[in-house]
């Protein structure tokens, strides 16, 4: 199968309750990467009105949104109950985004920052930011400095962090040493393929048959890797 459309678990560390899904991308193609970001976003854009109600659950979708998307104002087929909008640099560096961002907090929309740097460009987004996410993936004792100053500056600032890349016991104990709020990764929860978003024609997603009474099917059968998806206007977290 050349591409999926996953879902992976965000759950709280006190509770260890799921508080959300990420909507991520697998691929194996370099095909996603050729499209351009219009053409791709208007694809993406109706897959998603065809389909989205097989894809989000009862729990609010974490999903990151390019320029493209953000402009296309397509958080408004989502209640702002159900979606975070999460943005990192293409948006925080666009000189258009801002009114964009801030429309859509005024509405009650909640937003989530990926990776965030220490400048003045990202510090400049946190009165609009809900959450702030860091990759834990393949980081060491080394790193941990860096990724604690983010944490105790995110916190001071009242936002919640994600660890994200939570795929191993060592991923997992240097996030809970962080004291993070939330995990994201396959050592938390499996990530999870939608019953209807696998494809092999033409690089358009189509539908098949579930294995699972729940409707979906453990990763396992699209076991080629989450990867950034920039043509597709909607981003899989860096592993």
Known sequence: MDKCVVRQAIKEVSTQNIIGYEILFQTNGDDLDSKTENSASDKMINFLMQN???????KPTFMTFTPSLLFRNLPKMFGKETLVIQIEDNLIVHPLALPMIKKYKAEGYLFAINDFQFSPKYFGML?????????????DEKERTSLDNVVKMAQAFGKKCIATGVNAKEEYELAAALNVEYMEGNYIAE???????CTAE?????IFCPEKKDGFRPSGHCDNGART??????YAQHR
């Open 52 to 58: 989205s109600g097989k894809i989000f659950s009862d």
């Open 191 to 197: 990530t999870l393929m939608t019953k209807d978003l």
């Open 127 to 139: 009165e609009y930011t809900d959450y702030i996410r860091i990759s834990v993936s393949g980081k």
């Open 229 to 234: 998806a920039a043509g597709m206007g909607l």
């Open 202 to 206: 033409n690089g358009e997603f189509r």
